[in-house]
């Protein structure tokens, strides 16, 4: 039987156009880029960024519109427990102008970023559905697509009373070993896929360091490589980087950051730390405090031994020298240690320099001898510290003031001295105060001269209490 003309040209159509997504899908490719391969497993709880590219070779999205859809399904089990899903527009293949939320109430007043940057590369955070306010707190629609690259929010629970109408869509947090399906779908079928394995666990060694400036970074990274130390390196859920800046949703990534340190190892560095606008001190060390960790053995505490990642000086002979700082552990459970001892007037440059102090100190008397060092952060009372609104902590209390007693072995204590804790860095033209390191001047009278004096330093708190455990001593002759 013939076909009537129609029906012929309606089933020839068809079946080219099946023919041209088979093509199409088979020329479809999505590469996932975040979660890094080394930074899959993550604490229990998080909110984590799937972030990939998409190739639809020589396609514009306008031709080869898709979709991308994230599934985190339990290990050894059918049950899917996240789903994620962008819409695009069918035109452009993209996520719309629309859908995207530019005025929102919890961008970081400090952000500058540009509403044409947020078109280019849509923060999945700020995905809705235009005309429906309410899809704002759907958790199940936070996908974007561009040309080239898509990003997905994954929420895992630890930021599920900001924002979110999490509740309502899932039941549990995630918590152990899943599988997680990328796909790129187009008209209900899938065009391509990569599956990987996310773990929400522990990490067992993570670094907390602050990562400037640039000869610090370079020290602490390879100090974290030698250690097997996490960095995070992948994005926070709630930070996101645009070619006009980054765009920020603070109390998110404040929260999935803090998460990571409620369990494992902290190895934490303890230099340019300030308070007030440094993530290490006000979003990790305060939180580590609040949780009741920072006195727990899985707190590991470490200095430049010089006190520097680098530093420039001039020996007893009057020679300029310069010497890398080495990244050494605090004696453990120790709280305080000095790190080198300068002589001389504060405006010579370089000044001389005692570079190991436990082997004794030389000093001169009627000149300025200048101590420096470092403490740890100590373990506060529940009233010492608070949560804030924007997901920071403040903390109250820390060793705030070092006692010093020059003593002699016959004649007894011959000067005391008291000094705050705190320095002021200036770095790139900028002052950048250190609330964990102090350096400390003392004139030394003609009285010390021919004296050998056990140099007697020890902590003491916010609330002028001595600090155990902050105890230390080195031998110093006077000449």
């Excluded at 390879?222 to 603070?250: C, H, M, Q």
């Excluded at 506060?380 to 070092?402: E, G, H, L, Q, R």
């Amino acid at each position: 039987m013939k076909r009537p003309a129609k029906a012929a040209a309606a089933f020839i159509s068809s079946v080219l156009l099946a023919a041209s997504l088979c093509t199409a899908g088979e020329a479809t490719k999505i590469t996932v880029i975040e979660p890094s391969p080394n930074q899959r497993l993550i604490e229990a709880g998080r909110d984590f960024y799937v972030i990939g590219r998409i190739d639809r070779e020589g396609l514009s999205a306008a031709e080869m519109p898709v979709d991308i859809r994230v599934e985190v399904v339990r290990k050894g089990s059918s049950t899917i427990a996240r789903t994620v899903q962008s819409h695009v527009d069918s035109s452009s293949g993209t996520t719309p102008e629309r859908d995207i939320m530019f005025n929102y109430k919890y961008k970081a007043p400090w952000c500058k970023v540009t509403r044409e940057s947020l078109i280019k590369s849509p923060m999945p955070d700020l995905i809705y559905k235009s005309g429906r306010p309410d899809t704002f707190y759907d958790p199940s629609i936070k996908a974007s697509v561009t040309e080239d690259r898509f990003a997905v929010l994954v929420q895992g629970g630890c930021t599920k009373k900001f924002e979110t109408s999490y509740d309502q869509n899932y039941k549990e947090d995630l918590s152990g070993v899943y599988s997680a399906i990328v796909s790129a779908t187009s008209g209900g079928r899938v065009l391509a896929s990569e599956t990987f394995t996310m773990d929400f666990g522990i990490v067992p060694d993570k670094l907390l360091s602050r990562f400037s400036p640039n000869d610090h970074m370079k020290a602490v990274t390879k100090f974290s490589a030698d250690g097997n130390f996490r960095v995070y390196k992948d994005l926070f859920a709630g930070y996101w980087p645009t070619d006009s800046g980054i765009y920020e949703i603070p109390p998110r990534w404040r929260m999935n950051d803090s998460q990571e340190y409620n369990d494992g190892r902290v190895h934490t560095v303890i230099y340019n730390i300030s308070e007030g606008s440094c993530a290490t001190q006000d979003v990790e060390i305060a939180y580590l405090s609040h949780i009741g960790r920072l006195g727990s053995d899985a707190m590991h505490f470490y200095y430049y031994d010089i006190g520097e990642p680098v530093i420039k000086y001039r020996d007893s002979g009057g020679d300029t020298l310069e010497k890398q700082g080495r990244i050494v552990e605090f004696e453990r459970g120790a709280k305080l240690a000095f790190t080198r001892a300068e002589f001389g007037p504060g405006n010579d440059s370089p000044r001389v320099m005692d570079l190991n102090v436990y082997d004794s100190v030389t000093a001169d008397r009627d000149k300025t001898l200048t101590l420096c060092g470092a403490v740890t952060p100590i373990q506060t009372s529940d009233s010492d510290v608070a949560c804030n609104p924007d997901a920071t902590y403040t903390t109250k209390n820390k060793i705030s003031s070092i006692h010093y007693e020059f003593r002699d072995g016959i004649a007894g204590v011959m000067m005391t001295a008291d000094r705050p804790v705190g320095i002021i860095r200036n770095i790139n033209g900028r002052k950048l105060p250190s609330v964990y390191e102090f350096s400390h001047d003392f004139s030394l009278p003609a009285s010390l001269a021919g004296h050998i004096l056990t140099v007697h330093a020890a902590g003491y708190d916010s609330h002028g209490a001595k600090v155990k455990d902050s105890d230390n001593y080195f031998y110093l002759r006077v000449k």
